[in-house]
C-alpha cells in the first residue's frame, strides 16, 4: 500500500517568518500534487510536478519534486495570513495514476 | 465557468437513518469522483466514474455506502443505514482528462455530514 508522509501535521508561525512542509514515501509517483483547502471548502490545486529535481515557483510559493520522484517538499517565503489553510500532497500512483493523499499540513499564519 | 455543485453543504442525521448527497460536475468533464474526509485527515477516495461507469470503487463500503452517476452527468451518493464514523465531509471532484498523470481534479466544497 502506497502512503505519503505530510509533516509537520500542524505549524502556527508568524507573518514574515519563511516555512517548509514536506511529503515522503518509499513510493515512486509518476507526478504530485499540491492542493490547499480552507475551511469550509474543497481542496484546490496550487501545481503539479512532473519530473525528479523539478521546481515550480508560485509567487512566494516553492514546489520541488525529490530526484527519486518519492518526496517533495512547499517552501513559502515571508509567509501571510492570506497562506493559513490546509496544504495537502497527492501522489500519483505508477501503476494507474490513482492519487494517493497525504494527511495534510494544517498551517497558521499570525498577523 | 460553473464549479462543483454539491448539496446539501450540511446534514445532521441520527444513526441508522439513510441520507443522500448530489453532486453536479463542471460541465464537460468526463471523469467524477466521491471522496470521504474525516477531521484531520487528508481526503479518501469511495468511487470513481467514468462517465456513467464505474473505474474505481475499492474502498467503497458497499454494504451502507452505494453511487450512481445515470447519464454521466450528475452523481448521488447514498449512505443506508447511516453509522457515527460516517461523520465526515463528503466532497465531489471532477476533472478532464488531459494527460493522465497531469490530471487536474477541481473540487466541490463538500456536504458536513454528523450523525449522531
Known amino acids: 500500500t502506497q502512503l505519503l508522509e505530510q509533516s509537520p501535521q500542524f505549524l502556527s508561525i508568524q507573518e514574515g517568518e519563511n516555512l517548509t512542509v514536506y511529503c515522503n514515501s518509499s513510493s515512486v509517483f509518476s507526478s504530485l500534487q499540491w492542493y490547499r483547502q480552507e475551511p469550509g471548502e474543497g481542496p484546490v490545486l496550487l501545481v503539479t510536478?512532473?519530473?525528479g529535481g523539478e521546481v515550480k515557483k508560485l509567487k512566494r510559493l516553492t514546489f520541488q519534486f525529490g530526484d527519486a520522484r518519492k518526496d517533495s517538499s512547499l517552501h513559502i517565503t515571508a509567509a501571510q495570513p492570506g497562506d493559513t489553510g490546509l496544504y495537502l500532497c497527492?501522489?500519483?500512483?505508477?501503476?494507474?495514476?490513482?492519487?494517493?493523499w497525504g494527511a495534510g499540513t494544517k498551517l497558521i499564519i499570525k498577523p | 465557468e460553473a464549479g462543483v455543485a454539491q448539496s446539501p453543504r450540511y446534514k445532521i442525521i441520527e444513526k441508522r437513518q439513510s441520507v443522500a448527497f448530489w453532486c453536479n460536475p463542471i460541465s464537460g468533464h468526463a471523469t467524477l469522483y466521491w471522496y470521504q474526509q474525516i477531521l484531520g485527515q487528508g481526503p479518501k477516495l469511495l468511487i470513481q466514474?467514468?462517465?456513467?461507469?464505474?473505474?474505481?470503487d475499492s474502498q467503497l463500503p458497499k454494504d451502507r455506502f452505494s453511487a450512481e452517476r445515470l447519464k454521466g452527468v450528475d452523481s448521488t451518493l447514498k449512505i443506508q443505514p447511516a453509522k457515527l464514523e460516517d461523520s465526515a465531509v463528503y466532497l465531489c471532484?471532477?476533472?478532464?482528462?488531459?494527460?493522465?498523470?497531469?490530471?487536474?481534479?477541481?473540487f466541490g466544497p463538500g456536504t458536513r455530514l454528523l450523525v449522531l
Open positions: 510536478v512532473v519530473t
Open positions: 466514474f467514468q462517465n456513467n461507469g464505474v473505474v474505481d
Open positions: 497527492a501522489g500519483a500512483a505508477e501503476s494507474n495514476y490513482q492519487l494517493i
Open positions: 471532484a471532477s476533472s478532464f482528462p488531459r494527460g493522465v498523470y497531469q490530471e487536474t481534479q477541481y
